[in-house]
């Protein structure tokens, strides 16, 4: 089993920045993931990375304005968030699939944080 904790969420203005941060027990997933989950929306993909070769992928509604990294030898995932908007305003989740079909699915990621909120002021 995986375990994630996620960190760094918070209110920030319009136009700053936040970097989450993603605690994983261990390094035994293929993709780790962030989604997001507004109020009445589906829950979103925003970006992922693999451990084993550091392939990023990201969602077209935060490609230019994040960036996912990872630290193998502490467990850590980071997403930088810039230049952030009101829409950006989310329940954020940290997520670890086995799979290496497809990054952006959620119902191939096999473990979940229990999420950081992410508002941002208009």
């Known amino acids: 089993q995986v375990q994630l904790v996620e960190s760094g969420g918070g209110l920030v203005q319009a136009g700053g920045s936040l970097r989450l941060s993603c605690a994983a027990s261990?390094?035994?997933?293929?993709?780790v993931g962030w989604f997001r989950q507004a109020p009445g929306k589906e829950r979103e993909f925003v970006s992922a990375?693999?451990?084993?070769?550091?392939?990023?992928y990201y969602g077209d509604s935060v490609k230019g304005r994040c960036t996912i990294s990872r630290d193998n030898a502490k467990n850590m995932v980071a997403l930088q968030m810039n230049s952030l908007k009101h829409e950006d305003t989310a329940f954020y989740y940290c997520?670890?699939?086995?799979?290496?079909?497809?990054?952006?699915?959620?119902?191939?990621?096999?473990?979940w944080g229990q999420g950081t909120q992410v508002t941002v002021s208009s």
């Open positions: 261990t390094r035994a997933s293929y993709y």
């Open positions: 997520a670890a699939s086995l799979y290496t079909a497809n990054s952006r699915d959620p119902s191939l990621y096999n473990y």
């Open positions: 990375i693999t451990w084993i070769n550091d392939s990023t």
